[in-house]
């Protein structure tokens, strides 16, 4: 008998408990992120420094080592080198990136010598073709980056707002 | 050929007269993923439950194979991907292991401080998803928020918000620094009365334990015979931690207990307790990561190793503990770059053996709530 | 009726109307157009308090909920609505064809046929019906024949399930929600809407809910049926979203299936009211006696707002229960009512009668009881608030750090 009584006090008495928990709620402010609309910040700024969105080539700085593409644990990236024969200068002719199976792990960045692929904070790949996600940095041969003797290779400048991918994506999408 | 040949592995059930099968998922709300439970009925009351694993088979064992060790990390995270930092861990534990690399200390407590992090998210959906599942939304959707703000930390930290690739052979890809450390803090702050609060909110309700205690009870001989692992059998009152008992990183440098189930209210071994020990695991976890920051040393975060790894004939079996139990890797080498074998142990598949024996006599919400309790993630079942 | 009618012609063409042929069209156009203000009452009170429970669901979850379609998402149910009608009818392959068709229909017509004998205010009713409180136990009873025929006729077990539950449930919560309204009857000597409201007062002492501890208890009991009734948290097993699918209605789809949805809204209303003008008082206006209320329109128009005040205030506490609760178990579900509610029903009229003998309504001591009911409810509401403000500032000081922004942020403020 008293653990009956006991069990309806209880039972009211925790719904008032987790009734006083949401109702302190109603007092209380959201978190949402309006996501795309309503946003109080840009989103890149609302990204951490170490966001790892769409890789981005800036092939200027590329040294032509190849090893983005042999660590790269879904084989995502396409590079193509070329020699010219008679000044024995080498020329990268393709780098391709499918950001389609890119599973944005890092490991590509971090090995770049150069830091001439790197993580932007880019993050919205939305194309009508999956073709479209094919990023080709290389349209014309570029001559590969030789970095001075004794230089810090990893300070080089990077272009962290996605601009390059941006502007690639949405130029084939149209 | 084949198909007569693999006839005995699908589950076969008979039906006697007044007894249904119910087709529980794959397509259910409940089943935490792509899980079928093939469900004999006699009205509400359960005769028998066959689960049915291998929805979500992606391989993955068989892709460490192709892949050489170091490039392998990224998979990992697909293991269990609410608790993807562990099958990190565990894996690049396994390699140092057989290449004897030595890690530096301060990447041993990053790491460590990274695991109790996503340990703290794991069981955040945990318990949440469970109160869904009984029917309570909110809290579910609170801890969603509390886990949002683990996911920046980890943003800030290695740069990905769910497969977090941070781990490396040697050590750990990114170091932490003031800002990121103060961050935590704060959370850590922030978090410890919310769990108070939650508890008032669903934990201590009546309904909420009434649904939940005394349900599918797993004796500890069981719970040990069945091979759970994790807080499902330390909710049997078993206190088998591999943080304690096989001591891996520097856990030894630690002072936490290992909350098991008493039956806080109702008896030993059921949902309740389960439940319960995840939230008691959580304020624990942020007792480590408080202790971890305070002791953390100062230098390098990770050992030099080759690119291009190579490792001579060995074999080893590694663990820890996940938010779903002992996770175990079982690797083999032959001196070539990449493993010649891969065997992933998880939690969540022997959780599912148990299911058949203890779900006969409850009704089809009480499997709910187990399914719900013994924390099944569907593609660590299947890997 | 027919006296409402009169009036209304007489209001309209100023003068009364004739005995003929003529004034039996005029009833039946009247009828109609009651129907019709009824209908688009209910009709637009289920789909605003679905945008307002996703709202206030929305805060309670800290998120911010739908506010994009309209200024501050307010036309969200019109939209959801329109994209409902828009849908094609699926009728699933073996299923009872005309049952599954006509299952919506009695579930509607169950409970908007129950707006008929509920009050809005002194004089707003359509028909002031003397078994009105009867009337609806009983008419909305057919809302759980509609639901059987759903879930048994749609071919699937899931939804067979919801149906049965949804038998056992509504038989067994019939019971306490009709015992504990004895008390009530008993107090009015009348089963009429407008009696029950009639014979309380405008001020919190004179409502019946505080009339005696046995009453008070009796609320609560009504309370928690006709949260079952009305297939409501904690007691929606018929369509647990995470046990069996969606229940009764997984196979329907289209406007079928928004013929649910909108009855349980609108039930909403119903159990309100129900609630309202039983034990709160109705749309009695404190401080204006009932002789003066009929005096004027402007004081009618202000009890038909009180009415509405205090039923939605009784809403908005039913849309907070549901997202603070989980669902109790079927067993449990029916062990609540058997073991707890039936026997303190019985225990309360048994107590109510020795009360009314001893403290007659209109008696010194009697009042002074009712003073001091009222003032323990008052002190449960005090300390309900403490509690808020306790949770509130717990969280304060931590979550300000972190975020860098004031957690105070109140739900009238919209986002």
Partial sequence: MNQYFNNICTTLYSIAEGMAVTASYLFRRPCTIQYPNKLEKPMEDQLSERYRGILQVDTRVCIGCRICEKTCPVDCIAISLEKDKETKERFLTRFDIDISKCMFCGLCSENCKTSAIYHTKFFNAVTQNVENLVVRFVDKPIALYKPPKGSDLKNTLKDLSGAIVNQKMKGRAL | ?383 | MKENANLLFLFLFKTPIKESEFSLAWYVLFVFLVAGVLLFFAANFAGITSFIERRIAARIQSRVGPNVVGPQGILQWVADGIKLLLKEDLVPDRADKFLFRAAPYFVFSGLFAAFVALPFGYGIVAADLNIGVYYIFAITSLVVVGIIMGGWSSNSKWALFGALRSAAQIISYEIPTALSLIPVIMLTGSLSTQDIIKAQGGMPWDWYLFHSPFTFVCFVIFFISALAEGNRIPFDLPEAESELVSGYNTEYSGFRFLIFPMAEWANLWVISAMVTLAYLGGWQVPFVAIETLSQSFLLIFLSAGVFVIKTSIVVFIIIQLRWTLPRVRVDQMTLVCWTYLVPFCLAAIIGTMIWMLIFPWETLAALLLRLIMSGIGLGFCFLYVQRVRFNYFNDKMAFENLKGKSLWYPFWRLP
């Fill in chain 2, 1 to 383: 050929m084949l198909k007569t040949e693999l006839k005995h592995l699908k589950p076969q059930v008979h039906t006697f007269k007044e007894e249904m099968i119910l087709n529980m998922g794959p397509q259910h709300p409940s089943t935490h993923g792509v899980l079928n439970f093939l469900v004999v009925t006699d009205g509400e009351v359960i005769h028998q439950a066959l689960p049915n694993v291998g929805y979500l088979h992606r391989g993955i064992e068989k892709l460490a194979e192709q892949t050489p060790y170091t490039t392998f990390i990224p998979f990992t995270d697909r293991i269990d991907y609410l608790a993807a930092m562990f099958a990190n861990h565990v894996y690049v534990l396994a390699v140092e292991n057989l290449a004897d690399i030595e890690v530096p200390e301060r990447a041993q407590f990053l790491r460590v401080i990274a695991c109790e992090l996503n340990r703290i998210a794991s069981h955040l959906i945990s318990t949440g998803a469970l109160a869904l599942d009984i029917g309570a939304s909110t809290p579910f959707v609170h801890w969603i928020r509390e886990r949002e703000c683990i996911n920046d930390i980890m943003e800030s930290i290695c740069g990905a918000r769910l497969t977090y690739s941070y781990m490396r052979v040697g050590g750990v890809s990114q170091d932490i620094n003031e800002q990121i450390a103060d961050d935590i803090y704060k959370f850590l702050d922030h978090f410890e009365p919310i769990i108070d609060e939650y508890n008032r909110l669903i934990s201590f309700n009546e309904i909420f334990i009434k649904r939940l205690a005394n349900v599918a009870i797993i004796s500890p001989v069981d719970a040990v015979n069945f091979g759970l692992v994790g807080p499902n059998l330390r909710g049997s009152g078993i206190e088998m931690d591999i943080r304690r008992t096989i001591s891996y990183s520097v856990y030894d440098q630690f002072d936490f207990n290992i909350p098991i189930g008493k039956g806080f209210k109702g008896s030993l071994g059921d949902c309740y307790d389960r439940y319960f020990v995840r939230v008691l695991e959580m304020t624990e976890s942020c007792s480590i990561i408080r202790q971890a920051l305070s002791q953390i040393p100062k230098g390098d975060i990770k050992a030099k190793v080759k690119r291009k790894l190579k490792i001579k004939e060995n074999e080893c079996y590694t663990c820890v503990e996940s938010a779903r139990g002992e996770m175990g890797m079982y690797l083999l080498s032959d001196g070539s770059d990449r493993p010649y074998r891969l065997k992933i142990k998880t939690g969540s598949f022997t959780a599912m053996s148990i299911v058949e024996k203890v779900s006969q006599g409850l009704m089809v919400a009480d499997l709910i709530a187990l399914i719900g309790s013994l924390d099944v993630v569907a593609p660590e079942i299947d890997r």
